[in-house]
């Protein structure tokens, strides 16, 4: 062999072992999006995820996480094994748990748009997860700067229990809180959700519909309490006057009816007739005292029957997103 032929050779296993480990690292550093493409490709969704993934106006490329993270739409049992509640009074709808999508099934119609948001959130953390570094370290001072801007009292409570619960992943959960449930985040965020969402404002939407279902029953609640509170108290305040007041009237009464039995007890027919008159005027005025105390004792159980009702309802609510509770026993 000419040592033109074994240069030849040499050069050629050179350049095959080059392109094979070359291979192999191009399998590494992608070796996320492949077990994606695989999990994605495998993935067949049942009819609720396939219209979860069509109201939740994901793109192609929001659908290919969402189905890469082979989504589940559990009940109670399966749901509350996959998904941990770190709280007693803090119920989870959804969780992101070895890149698999679980979302609890709420079936009460009056929070039509919850699953859906949930999902939309959930898929939000299987993105996050396959962002680089340098791409977290852009979005983070983004985040932030939308969450300053959003920060209301019931954010910044979530923001604390997330925290406690979930150390770390503070700028995690501002990525899909702040992408499904505010508007205005500002244009460069609008652009990096865009990638996932065709319609991003219809998800904030189902969340503000969903949410104001739970704020309308708690302002009623607010109101009617404030209400029954002033009502015990202008009732408190009107039997106690009304007591006072029948007390010195039957001692008034009383002394009115001793002096009667005297023969010198008022110095005329015309006093007897006044003083009697005043008495009766003091009785009726009483008694008009004692019907509007209770009309509003009337009025008072009218609106605790009311308040009754709307906790009942919003118990009824609670408990259709608690995975918790045991599902009821079927026929």
């Not at 700067?145 to 954010?155: D, G, Q």
Request: hydrophobic share 40%; net charge negative; with cysteine.
């Amino acid at each position: 062999m000419s040592s033109k032929s074994k240069i030849a050779q040499l050069f050629s296993g050179w350049l095959a072992t080059v392109v094979f480990f070359g291979l192999l690292a191009g399998v590494w550093f992608n070796r996320q999006y492949i077990i994606d493409l695989v999990r994605f490709t495998q993935f067949e969704p049942s009819a609720a995820i396939a219209s979860l993934s069509k109201d939740t106006t994901l793109t192609d490329q929001g659908k290919f996480y969402f189905y890469a993270s082979q989504p589940v739409l559990a009940t109670n049992k399966s749901f509350n094994h996959h998904c941990e509640r770190k709280e007693a009074d803090s119920p989870i709808l959804g969780c992101y748990v070895n890149q698999q999508v679980y979302i609890f099934e709420v079936n009460d119609t009056r929070l039509d748009g919850i699953e859906e948001v949930t999902a939309a959130h959930e898929m939000l953390h299987a993105v996050y997860e396959r962002l680089s570094q340098s791409e977290k370290d852009r979005l983070g001072p983004l985040l932030e700067k939308a969450y300053e801007k959003n920060a209301t009292k019931e954010l910044k409570q979530r923001m604390a229990y997330y925290a406690k619960a979930e150390p770390g992943e503070r700028e995690n959960e501002l990525h899909s809180i702040l992408g499904t449930e505010f508007s205005d985040l500002g244009n460069e965020l609008e652009q990096y959700y865009g990638k996932y969402f065709a319609n991003r404002g219809a998800i904030v939407k189902m969340n503000t519909s969903v949410d104001s279902v739970f704020r309308k029953l708690a302002a009623q609640a607010d109101t009617l309490a404030a209400e029954l509170n002033k009502l015990i108290d202008s009732i408190n305040a009107g039997s106690a006057n009304y007591n006072k007041s029948i007390e010195a009237l039957n001692a008034d009464i009383v002394a009115f009816n001793a002096r009667a039995e005297q023969s010198n007890g008022f110095s005329s027919e015309a006093q007897f007739n006044a003083e009697r008159n005043a008495l009766i005027a003091r009785s009726n005025q009483l008694e008009s005292l004692r019907q509007q105390i209770n009309a509003k004792v009337d009025k008072y159980e009218s609106l605790r029957v009311k308040l009754q009702a709307v906790a009942s309802e919003s118990d009824s609510l609670n408990r259709s997103i608690d995975s918790t509770l045991d599902e009821a026993p079927k026929i």
